[in-house]
């Protein structure tokens, strides 16, 4: 109607020899407002989800025979055209008690305000995350492929996940080829707290990098290799502590059988330096693991972790799961798992579930 009432206004003043152009441009702007998509009115709301983690042993060591492990509120949405904001706060249960945590809270700058692009896809981040030391520590506990952190991680970093107030900041080295990529992230954070060493009241921060090479193998095939250092200063010692890593991920996905069936082999390898191991081991540790994905829910795995120099026995250990995967907002897994250092079984069921919009789902899941 406002279109037919303009063009009619057009040609009135046409017919008087009057100028039509500002008619036109108004035109032009009405069409345009006409033909634009609806903005949504909750562009800039946060999704959230819940996590729920709840836990069944039976065995020895296992403390109550049910346990809520933990609940976890994430919140995420978009800050404004430059920046990601994310915030992670876990209850978490111990002894019959909850307490919370800030698991992680953090802002990513995607690109520099006084650039029209992020050069080499730079992203800075600040705030509180799980550090990128390999790749299990950068995994919520929902999302594990098993239903605990390998012994390795809680032996070298922490019980849950090495966290830690900081800055960093990634992006893409140039490499030969088109099916591989090369990713530095670099961070300067927190120091202290590390599970296998004590360093009270650190008074410097801690540089921690981690190098990640992707290589697409062939179709269907890629290998993904990690290197991390994480270096502190330590006052006891002339000698600052020195923690190195590297990760190794295989994956095989069929294209023609969808998300009905893969394969992934990894693992990861600890080594310490700057100080003496204890019973005088060297501090060093790894864990493998292993998944066959046998239709659209079922995901079969096992796991082999040992660590020496860091506890005052050798720690090995190894466990059989089963997950039954129905969606992403239900996940149920069953596991025994086997402490070959303290002679003991546990036979585990984990439920995990989901409230509200799911972010990324784990990469060891074929979705």
Not at 12 to 21: N, R, V, W
Not at 56 to 80: H, K, P, W
Not at 234 to 261: E, M, S, V
Not at 320 to 327: G, I, P, R
């Amino acid at each position: 109607m406002v279109k037919a009432i303009l063009l009619l206004g057009l040609v009135s003043l046409s017919a008087f020899g009057q100028s039509t152009d500002p008619l036109i441009d108004r035109v032009e702007q009405l069409e345009d407002k006409i033909n634009s998509p609806q903005q949504r009115p909750n562009l800039f709301n946060p999704g959230i989800t819940a996590f729920g983690n709840m836990l069944t042993c039976a065995g020895q060591n296992c403390g109550s025979i049910f346990q809520l492990r933990e609940v976890e509120l994430d919140v995420r949405g978009s800050i404004d055209p430059w920046a990601d904001g994310v915030i992670i706060i876990a209850v978490e249960g111990h002894d019959g008690h909850f307490h919370v945590d800030v698991e992680e809270g953090y802002a990513v700058l995607k690109k520099l305000p006084i650039l029209d692009d992020a050069p080499w896809g730079l992203t800075l981040k600040a705030g509180r995350y799980l550090q990128p030391f390999g790749r299990f520590n950068q995994i919520h506990l929902h999302d594990l492929p098993q239903i605990n952190q390998p012994l390795v991680i809680k032996a070298f970093l922490d019980d849950h996940a090495f966290s830690r107030v900081g800055f960093s900041g990634e992006f893409f080295i140039p490499t030969p080829g088109e099916n591989n990529s090369l990713r530095l992230n670099l961070n300067l954070i927190n120091g202290g707290g590390l599970a296998f060493i004590n360093v009270p009241n650190p008074k410097y921060p801690a540089g921690l990098g981690h190098l990640s090479w992707f290589w697409d193998l062939a179709a269907e095939h890629d290998l993904e290799v990690g290197l991390s250092a994480y270096v502190e200063h330590n006052p006891a010692n002339p000698n600052p502590i020195q923690l190195y890593g590297t990760d190794i991920n295989y994956k095989w996905r069929p294209y023609h059988l969808g998300d009905k069936k893969s394969f992934l082999l990894g693992g990861e390898l600890f080594v310490a330096n700057g100080f003496k191991g204890l019973n005088n081991r060297w501090p060093l540790g790894f864990f493998v693991w292993s998944q066959y994905q046998l239709n659209q829910w079922f995901y079969p795995s096992v796991r082999y972790s040992y660590a020496q120099g860091v506890k005052n026995e050798l720690l090995q250990a190894a466990g059989v799961y089963l997950t039954y995967y129905t969606t992403e907002f239900l996940r149920l897994r069953a596991g025994y798992e086997y402490d070959i250092g303290k002679n003991q079984n546990q036979f585990l069921f984990e439920l995990n579930f989901v409230l509200g919009s799911h972010p990324v789902e784990p990469y060891w899941v074929n979705r």
